[in-house]
């Protein structure tokens, strides 16, 4: 009879980590399908801890970030690109700091995107300007986003992404609205949070993702709700509190839709704040509030197709 290290060894020649998880479970009488396991390598942004790197459900590496991090990209030669209030920090493999952009003061950032030319795009509240930066950090382009009403730098806006067509989407928070926007700064586009119907709720908006097939994402903060709406402004998709119980959901951050056509979702102060959810709303794996996690705002699995620096926003 071959021993049960025999077996895990020969799972995982065969299966890889998955299955043999699921292995693992039945040697030990648990039914711990592979449905139920977390991705082996996510990159998290949590408030209170900086980028966190979570392998296998267990925080391995952290990247302190100056101020609350709310946006953080792991890119393919092993740097990492992450926001705090304060700053944007770019760290090399080891996790040491190769440069840094700080914010004036009075001026927040809550997010970021690494861009094909190794440089970044950020969002800063407070000034009411998009910017690009190089590979140094330093600003290259500037847009002003004079389409946004609130006053308050903190509310001001949340998600920023460019898409390979050079346009912009802004996630205008307070004011409750997601905009595109051309390379001037001209909106294309505006989806006013406050006006979707039913089951969408929330005045206000965190993440905004553009999928490849022309539809956007929109997590509506403390909402909890998560909208995927169409290029005419069809709702095409939502998740909702009711649809997932078992989360405890009181807020919908940053998103990652996958290649199967899953959802990671990072859900904040929720009793699970980081899930994983199919598009029938059948959740595949959860984590447990874990300080070491701080408060997820936004998620990206690794080693899946897509390279974030050339706009593979979605995997």
């Not at 859900?267 to 794996?285: Q, R």
Request: glycine share 12%; charged share 20%; aromatic share 6%.
């Amino acid at each position: 009879m071959l021993s049960v290290i025999a077996v895990m060894k020969r799972a995982w020649r065969r299966w890889g980590w998955r299955m043999l998880v699921g292995v693992m479970g039945l040697l030990s009488g648990i039914n711990a399908q592979a449905e139920q396991t977390a991705p082996p390598r996510m990159l998290v942004a949590g408030m209170g801890v900086g980028a966190v790197l979570v392998e296998n459900g267990m925080v391995t590496k952290r990247y302190p970030t100056q101020g609350a991090c709310q946006d953080a990209w792991k890119l393919s030669d092993g740097r990492v690109v992450a926001v705090g209030t304060q700053s944007l920090q770019g760290f090399d493999a080891a996790g040491q700091v190769l440069q840094s952009y700080r914010a004036a003061a009075g001026v927040e950032l809550h997010n970021c995107q690494p861009l094909p030319d190794g440089g970044v795009l950020l969002a800063e509240c407070g000034t009411k300007r998009l910017l690009e930066l190089n590979a140094d950090l330093v600003i290259v382009r500037e847009v002003k986003l004079d389409m946004i009403r609130e006053e308050k730098g903190h509310g001001q806006v949340r998600h920023v992404r460019k898409t390979g067509a050079g346009d912009y989407w802004v996630m205008a928070s307070y004011d409750g609205k997601a905009f595109r926007i051309n390379s001037q700064g001209v909106v294309q586009r505006e989806v006013d949070l406050r006006q979707l119907p039913a089951p969408v709720t929330g005045k206000i908006g965190h993440s905004v993702v553009p999928l490849k097939n022309g539809n956007v994402l929109i997590g509506t903060s403390y909402g909890a709700c998560l909208v995927e709406l169409d290029p005419a402004g069809k709702i095409v998709w939502t998740l909702t509190p009711q649809d997932v119980p078992e989360i405890g959901l009181k807020y919908v951050a940053g998103v990652h839709r996958l290649p199967n056509g899953n959802t990671v979702i990072s859900a904040y102060n929720s009793d699970y704040p980081l899930f994983e959810v199919t598009p029938a709303k059948t959740v595949v794996w959860k984590l447990a509030k874990n300080p070491a996690l701080g408060t997820p705002t936004n998620v990206q699995v690794l080693d899946v197709a897509g390279d974030p620096s050339q706009f593979g926003l979605e995997k």
